[in-house]
């Protein structure tokens, strides 16, 4: 999808977005109006909002590998790139930083499960969001992961565990150390075949309680059919979409329900 496709996608869904106040399943009220709203444990963002800041500003060439769409970037191909660069073009926007935060801090999922680390700031963030949590995040490029994990040693995260390879290669052994999944976020390799298959591959070890987390569902027409099909599947529930991000419970007692919410 080119810019204007993506404009045209961001007003229509602005035209379908529905207010709280209209919302009549209490779990989704309740979600949007007391959870992703709650500002009182949001002073450990702050320590990601400084994370952020300087990644940004950093100006250390990294050697990298492009492995998937989805780095929001239309010049990936490019194999040397300024940590400053990296950090601009791929981390989450402040305003689903929170949305994220808020979310897992809420939840406290145990075992979370991310598809690309880039230089660790929703890792980070997940880490934070809940101390107990084991966050497990994997990345394709080892230069850009290498630089992640100072960030991690430096800010003393150590439930954050790390894999390198192409998810490809490295999921099916991931998904059978963890044994179940109490929270995902799909966060690379933006195209739709992968997203479905990945979606699929840790559907089978989902459970009443998880939490799926899409990133960039409008990105691309292909993201968007990606999208369709995981809330039309029998085994998600409520589906929100937050437009830039989209998020599926699986709760057995929710009725099947699709919502539009603009953060
Ligand atoms: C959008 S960035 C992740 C941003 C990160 N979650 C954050 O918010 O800070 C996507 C990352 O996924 C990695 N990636 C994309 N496709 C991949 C694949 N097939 N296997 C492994 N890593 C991949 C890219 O190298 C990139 O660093």
Known sequence: MNHLSIIKAYIKFLFKAQSRYKIHSPFVYKYLAKVITNKKND???KVINKLRSELRNDNEILQIEDLGAGTRDQ?????QRRVSEIAKRTSVPKPFAKMLFRTVHHFKPRNILEFGTSLGISSVLFSFANENAEVH?????PEILKRAKSSFAKLGRDNIHTKCGNFDNILEAKLKELKQLDFVFFDGNHAKEPTIKYFEECL?????ESIFVFDDIHWSEGMTEAWEYIKQHPA??????FFFM???FFKKD???QDFIYRL
Do not use: F, P, Q, R
């Not at 995040?137 to 490029?141: H, I, K, N």
């Open 43 to 45: 002073d450990k963002l």
């Open 75 to 79: 010049h990936a191909m490019k194999i």
């Open 137 to 141: 995040t994997m990345e394709g490029s």
């Open 204 to 208: 089978k070890y989902h459970h009443e």
């Open 236 to 241: 998600s529930k409520v589906t929100i979409d």
């Open 246 to 248: 989209g998020v599926v």
């Open 254 to 256: 929710l009725s099947k």
